[in-house]
């Protein structure tokens, strides 16, 4: 019977010694059950570097990877990290048709925004594309902004004359403003206020006014969220 029982304890012990010795290699500490852990632990030489507590679990648990259309994760979330990782975005050709409304007006919306859909990356139905702003993009951009300018310019008295420096620093304040949901630095001011100064050589008014106007509505203030 003592015989019995002495077994019992032994098989216990040796299970926590196993269990123990497990729970703390897991947690990092393998030194324990090792030849030469003991050395190691005093300081005294004993072991190799094969002997090294490792740096990373020996085990890693992974996920398996669903692959959808381009073989991208479907499970992916990109910038999920990355502290306002989902901004300044192409705004969609959804979002465009109503912004153009908003800032110009229902009676200056150009007409030729439809027929730039696919420049702006219009998705077919039941689908979503992520518009990429390009050099085409842009300059269809700053076309059917100048169209919607020039409707917008032409018909306000205050575009009747010649930009100076104290009326097209206000004309830009409005603008972006108004087209950026937010006040542009002195910076953006400045280079607004030079294209209706300087850089077009536009001699008719309100096309010279709407030329400022259109680098606004061309700026990423206006294309993207």
């Keep these: 019977m003592r015989i019995v029982l002495g077994m019992m304890v032994a098989m216990v012990l040796g299970t926590s010694a ?13 030194r324990r059950g090792r030849v ?3 050395d190691e632990a005093d300081g005294a030489p004993g072991g190799g570097a094969e002997d090294e507590v490792p ?20 499970a992916a979330r990109p910038n999920e990290d990355v502290p306002a990782g989902d901004r300044a975005r192409m705004k969609p050709f959804s979002a ?17 925004l439809n027929g730039a859909a696919s420049t702006f990356g219009v998705a077919s139905e039941r689908w979503f594309l992520e518009p990429i702003a390009s050099a085409v993009y ?14 917008l310019t032409k ?13 097209a620093r206000a004309a830009c304040e409005e603008w972006t403003r108004k087209f950026w949901s937010r ?3 002195p910076e953006q001011l400045d280079a607004c206020v030079a294209v209706a100064l300087e850089t077009t050589s536009e001699t008719v008014p309100p096309r010279r006014w709407a030329y400022a106007c259109a680098s606004v509505l061309a700026a990423t203030g206006f294309l993207t969220f």
């Design 183 to 185: 006040a542009a630095t």
């Design 155 to 167: 018909k306000d008295a205050r575009f009747a004359t010649m930009p100076t420096k104290d009326t």
């Design 18 to 30: 196993a269990a123990c010795a497990e729970t703390s290699c897991l947690e990092g500490d393998c």
């Design 55 to 74: 740096k990373l679990p020996a085990c890693t648990t992974v996920g398996k990877p669903h692959l959808g259309l381009g073989g991208v994760d479907v």
């Design 138 to 151: 842009v300059n269809a951009a700053f076309d059917v902004g100048f169209e919607g300018c020039n409707n």
């Design 96 to 112: 465009l048709v109503t912004d153009y409304r908003r800032v110009l007006g229902a009676e200056n919306v150009p007409a030729s």
């Design 36 to 38: 030469g852990a003991d």
